[in-house]
């Protein structure tokens, strides 16, 4: 085993790739923890080898950036600078007096985990889809947009033969193009914002001429397949009986309202929707990490103000993957330096440091400009379910924030169990705070994941009890 | 009723249990609240431990409590998952439970309906008082409310609104950790199972952390297993160590439960007094405050009770002064404790 100070990251996309290799890269032993079978986030989503992609690059840009990383990353690995532990579910991380433990279930069955000690821990966890519901939205057919692009990535599975793409956000563009370019039919690309919202920040947004290119690109791309775009457009509902047959979609007027009179209706057997991105706090906040907004609080060094605790990549705010590498690659040297008791010279990451502040100023512009319509809670119908775990309708939410008199998210949700399933209110969080009337507060969830019982007893789950409680899952140390 | 030895707090949790169960009664209310009469299972592990468990039996089935000695034979008749090998236990039939939070919104919407109003958000900032001392209201975050009769109901936070209205009450977070489990099929764990030392934690004057197994289902599904107390402040960190506790003793309970996942957990402050009875009634120092605080972890079925005897206190100020209350207040007044004694 190697000497020297030792880094736990957790997650393998862009940001903790580039941490990863560049801590590895100053000396400081790094074990990747991930939940996928390959590195690589979602960003850089591979197909399983098994299926044999000849030209998996087709789906994805920037892929010379991702041929550095991977190469970066298979170097480290077999000169024992870098562990990867992939298929590894983080569902804690331990601080401690002297370190702190990184527990992770083994997948797929995820009932054995496994500890892995570290002198620091790089959180990048990345984000999550966030949708709204509609009536329909529960359809068979009915899919996230991330989750369209995660099987046109990963399984070169094309989800259905006529879709429509809504909601809101960057995302719809290259999810749109990704389907067509696939072979489906893009019936239409229905996004909620309009010309309008962009004009007021025309010159931030010019700043960025590649971001602007690459959104001509994608447009252009539309175009070639013949895409309709619906701008200032919202999908009112999804229609079917076993799956979606069709969705009727609308204008919305100045204040964000349904447009009466200019309904329509769209035949599709498949809907990818999707309302931006929220970062993935559950671990940071366990810590005891502060929040910034929806995201965790970071320096310029991208260190939480937990010691020894840092945050990079989309965890800490939604920007992409550019952005991502470039929080890495900053945390990645300050973790190094600072490890060995250092301060990280002020030159090693100018151009990273330059990037992240026009990176960031982009897309908290687009944060504006990407919203949901201000009154789509008043096209959610009672009968809507809106937690889905727990079929939880839209009625018993408004009734809670009304005749039961709930003033806060928290109880809401203990009047009406929304929430309290197995996503913990991932998918319903933001929904239910908005058709409630409150403001949206990520939730605590100390476990990252759902564990057995008896891991957390410090008992094998498959063997019957002995008197042990100690804890007891093997110890995986960043060795080769 | 169950985890209580016999005196006054016990006769205050039979009077609440009966009040709970006519509230039961009326329409509608067990449902949307989620009562259920499951009753409460102690067991023991060893023949000491049973032996210790009768006697406090005993005493309860003096002062009125349902007590059914349980053979080690019998256990898995009424509790078919428990482990193996235990020595015994006692069934306590009265034993309760109500989801506490739709407990709470639809009392509070019965109360609205009787013509009383809830402010939600907003705080009080002072207890007003006249020249001479005696209460005339509170002043809040929106403006002044003002009434002869002010009851601190603030749980953990009592303390604090005594001493607003200059006085002061000896109450300290007590933290517990509950964990929760996936939903499991009804009736999986069908009482409210504990171990018998339990009874020993919560009577505990102990600042250190303690941990007993508690073991119940609920209505919509998930088992929930605690509990840990020990006092440390407000501090709200997840501790892993208390998880892990918490999981082995329910899994020595529940061998089952080791190949159940925990979904979540959650954490909360009980009021915790010294000797560990509520402040219930008028505090002779201040005239006008009424105390109804202080409560533990018991606070949810001792509330009927407790709030029966502060209505009946405070309707008989005007209308009765030869009051005779359903149950002798003293053992619970709130200036029981030396004032030097925080």
């Known amino acids: 085993m190697a000497e020297g100070p030792h880094l736990a990251v957790v997650g393998a996309g862009p940001a903790g790739l580039a941490a990863a290799l560049a801590a590895a890269a100053r000396g400081v032993r790094v074990t990747l923890v991930d939940s996928a079978a390959e590195a690589g986030g979602q960003f850089y989503r591979q197909p399983a080898a098994a299926l044999g992609a000849r030209r998996p690059q087709a789906l994805h840009h920037q892929w010379r950036t991702w041929e550095r990383l991977r190469d970066g990353l298979t170097a480290h690995v077999a000169r024992g600078r870098i562990t990867h532990l992939s298929d590894h579910h983080v569902w804690f991380v331990e601080g401690q007096s002297d370190g702190f433990t990184v527990h992770a279930l083994r997948g797929p069955e995820q009932e054995q985990s496994v500890a892995v000690r570290a002198d620091a821990v790089l959180l990048a966890t990345g984000g999550y889809e966030k949708v709204l519901p509609f009536p329909g939205w529960t359809l068979p057919g009915v899919v996230t947009a991330g989750g369209a692009q995660a099987m046109l990535k990963g399984g070169l599975v094309l989800p259905g033969r006529t879709a429509v793409v809504a909601g809101t956000g960057p995302l719809l563009m290259p999810v749109a193009v990704g389907l067509a370019a696939a072979g489906a039919g893009v019936a239409a690309l229905v996004e909620s914002a309009g010309a309008r919202d962009f004009a007021g920040h025309a010159r931030t947004l010019a700043a960025h001429p590649a971001k602007l290119a690459e959104g001509a690109r994608y447009a252009a791309e539309l175009a070639r397949h013949r895409v309709r775009i619906k701008a200032h457009h919202t999908v009112v509902a999804a229609h079917g009986s076993n799956r979606v047959e069709a969705v009727t979609v609308a204008a919305l007027d100045g204040d964000g309202r349904v447009w009466p009179g200019t309904e329509r209706r769209i035949a599709c057997d498949t809907l990818a929707v999707g309302h931006g991105m929220l970062p993935h706090t559950d671990l940071a906040e366990a810590l005891g990490c502060r929040l910034d907004g929806p995201g965790v609080a970071v320096d310029d060094e991208q260190r939480t103000d937990v010691p020894g605790v840092w945050a990079a990549g989309e965890t800490t705010g939604i920007g992409g993957a550019v952005l991502s590498l470039a929080e890495g690659r900053i945390a990645g040297l300050s973790i190094a330096a600072r490890l060995n008791s250092r301060t990280p010279e002020a030159g090693s990451y100018e151009a990273a440091v330059k990037a992240r502040t026009g990176l960031r100023e982009f897309f908290a512009v687009l944060d504006t400009v990407y919203a949901p319509p201000a009154h789509w809670t008043e096209q959610v119908a009672d009968d809507t379910v809106v937690c889905r775990c727990e079929e939880v309708p839209a009625s018993a939410i408004r009734e809670a924030a009304g005749e039961l008199g709930a003033g806060d998210v928290r109880t809401v949700k203990l009047l009406t169990r929304a929430g309290m399933g197995w996503c913990q209110g991932r998918m319903c969080g933001p929904a239910v705070a908005g058709l409630a009337g409150c403001e949206f507060q990520p939730s605590r969830r100390p476990f990252a994941r759902p564990v057995p019982l008896g891991v957390l007893a410090g008992t094998d789950f498959d063997r019957h009890h002995t008197d042990s409680t100690d804890s007891t899952d093997s110890t995986e140390e960043g060795s080769s | ?342």
Request: aromatic share 4%; glycine share 14%.
């Open chain 2, 1 to 342: 009723m169950s985890d209580k030895e016999p005196g006054p707090e016990l006769e205050l949790a039979l009077l609440s249990g009966r009040l709970w169960g006519e509230l039961a009664g009326e329409p509608g209310i067990a449902a949307a609240v989620e009562y259920d009469l499951k009753g409460g299972l102690v067991v023991a592990s060893s023949a000491e431990g049973l032996v210790a468990l009768e006697g406090l039996a005993d005493g309860q089935r003096a002062v009125g409590v349902e007590a059914v000695a349980v053979g080690a034979g019998q256990l898995h008749d009424i509790e078919p998952k428990l482990a193996k090998g235990l020595a015994g236990g006692v069934l306590y039939p009265q034993d309760a439970q109500v989801m506490p939070t739709l407990a709470a919104a639809h009392v509070v919407r019965l109360a609205r309906a009787a013509g009383a109003s809830l402010r939600t958000g907003c705080a009080v900032t002072e207890v007003l008082r006249t020249g001479a001392g005696a209460v005339r209201g509170v002043r809040t975050s929106e403006g002044e409310i003002h009434a002869p009769a002010v009851v601190n109901a603030a749980g953990t936070w009592g303390g604090e609104l005594a001493a607003l209205a200059g006085t002061s009450l000896p109450v300290l977070p007590r933290r517990g950790f509950v964990l929760v489990t996936e939903p499991l099929p009804p009736r999986t764990v069908r009482h409210k199972v504990y171990a018998a030392d339990y009874v020993a934690d919560v009577a505990s004057d102990s600042a250190a952390l303690q941990t007993s197994p508690v073991v119940e289902g609920t209505a919509a599904g998930p088992v929930l297993i605690g509990a840990s107390r020990e006092r440390v402040g407000f501090d709200r960190s997840f501790s892993l160590p208390v998880a892990r506790a918490l999981a082995a003793g329910a899994t020595r309970l529940f061998p089952f439960l080791e190949g159940v996942r925990a979904m979540r957990g959650y954490l909360g402050f009980r009021p915790y007094m010294p000797d560990h009875l509520p402040a219930i009634g008028p505090d002779a120092r201040v005239p006008g405050l009424f105390h109804a605080c202080g409560h533990e972890g018991a606070g949810i079925g001792l509330a009927t009770g407790t709030g029966h005897l502060i209505a009946q206190v405070l309707t008989g100020k005007t209308s009765d002064p030869d009051l005779d209350l359903d149950l002798d207040l003293s053992p619970f007044r709130p200036d029981r404790f030396p004032e030097e004694g925080l």
